[in-house]
Structure formats: C-alpha cells, structure tokens
C-alpha cells in the first residue's frame, strides 16, 4: 500500500471558485505533513506546512484528520496562477519523505 | 542566494555509460536526498543522507550510489545506466531532517537509451 494517495484528478475549475482536495496517508505514525505546489517539470516548492489545529495563509488553509488519517487543502477565489499540481508529504521517524502522485489543477478563465 | 544546485539540467547517454548528477547545497544543511519522478509514480526517494558519510537507502536505491564527503555536495551515481532509469531527478536539502521544508534543485532529465 502507497504511504500517501491522492486523487490525480484534472480538477478543472473556473476563476474565483473555491476547489479542495485530500490526500490520505498509511502510516498512522506519521508526524509531519507538508503541501507542495509542482509547475510543469519544474521542482516541488513548498506550499505550506500542515499543523494538527489546521492553518491558514491567505487563500490557502490546510487541515489534518489524524483519526481518518488524511489532510486538506483548501483554496478560495482560486487565480489562474493557481494551476500546478499539488502534492501532498507525509513522514514519519525513517528520516523519509513520503510524497503523493499529485492531483492536477487547472484555473479556467 | 540560497539554493541548491544541480547539474547537468538535461542529460542523454547510452546504457552502460557511468555517470554523475552533481548536488551542492550552500545553506549549511545537514540533510540531502534524492528523488525520481516518473508519471503516475510520483516523486519517489533514491537515497538520504543525515550528515557527513551518513547515507541511507530510499524506497528505489537499486542501480544508484551516493556520497557524502563533505556536507555541502551529495553527487549521484550511475555505475552502469540502464533504460529504466530514464527518469527526472531532484536533489533536495532540508536544515535537519523529515520535520522541516525541503528545499529542491531545479532537476535533471535523464534519458538513457
């Protein structure tokens, strides 16, 4: 079983529409949770952290089920600049990063 | 600035051929790794390295060597490249380990015929 899974998705959705995706993780001992945000080909660049109380930056907010073993994004008033894909991160003590397929999202004007 | 830098960008070579994907990090970090990304596979862990001299296998190490002579470099090697390694690489650094931000280089493709 993957350590991470995702839905792939296209998710396609217009311009100032709010889009979430989850991501479910195995490990029920894992201790850290990361969002990235993925360009084209281009290196994984870290989108946010995820706490257990959840958090918000700006559009974004992210929020960890330990119980059913998933985390969230959420992403309000979505921009065309929003499109990438969006990859999820677990860890536990392996010193690993355990990383999801990635779910692809695409802003319509 | 920092970063991490990796080279070549792009790399074409034939089966059999060694070569070495070089990593240099220069923010001081203690931890490096090294990933491949294949479609629908996702990013997938080669090697990790904690410190100088410390390495570890990934979830995919078979066909790669690293090493970690000094803290800032952590080169990746193919003794004996094989098509199935035809992939898109990344190195990354964090400061200590698993429970902080992973910073990347700009990635390698790698197609080995």
């Known amino acids: 079983r993957k350590e991470v899974e995702q839905d792939p998705g296209p998710f396609n959705v217009p311009e100032g529409a709010t889009v979430a995706f989850n991501c479910t993780y195995s490990?029920?001992?894992?201790?850290?949770f990361f969002w990235y945000r993925q360009d084209c080909r281009k290196e994984p660049k870290l989108l946010m952290s995820v706490y257990s109380s959840g958090n918000e930056d700006g559009r974004f907010t992210a929020q960890l089920n330990r119980a059913s073993q998933y985390i969230s994004l959420l992403i309000r008033d979505s921009k065309l600049s929003d499109s990438a894909t969006y990859l999820c991160?677990?860890?536990?003590?392996?010193?690993?990063?355990?990383f999801g397929t990635g779910t692809s999202l695409t802003v319509i004007p | 600035e920092a970063q991490v830098t990796q080279n070549p960008r792009y790399l074409i070579t034939v089966t059999g051929k060694k070569l070495t994907v070089t990593c240099s990090q220069n923010m001081n970090h203690e931890y490096m790794s090294w990933y491949r990304q294949d479609p629908g596979l996702g990013l997938r862990q080669i090697y990790y390295?904690?410190?100088?001299?410390?390495?570890d296998k990934g979830d995919v190490p078979e066909g790669y060597k690293v090493s970690r002579k000094e803290k800032r470099n952590f080169p990746l090697i193919l003794e004996s490249p094989s098509p199935n390694q035809t992939s898109l690489y990344f190195c990354a650094s964090s400061l200590q380990g698993t429970g902080e931000k992973l910073f990347f280089g700009s990635g390698t493709q790698l197609s080995v015929l």
């Open positions: 490990n029920s001992a894992s201790q850290s």
């Open positions: 390295s904690m410190n100088v001299e410390v390495t």
């Open positions: 991160v677990s860890t536990h003590g392996g010193n690993q990063f355990y």
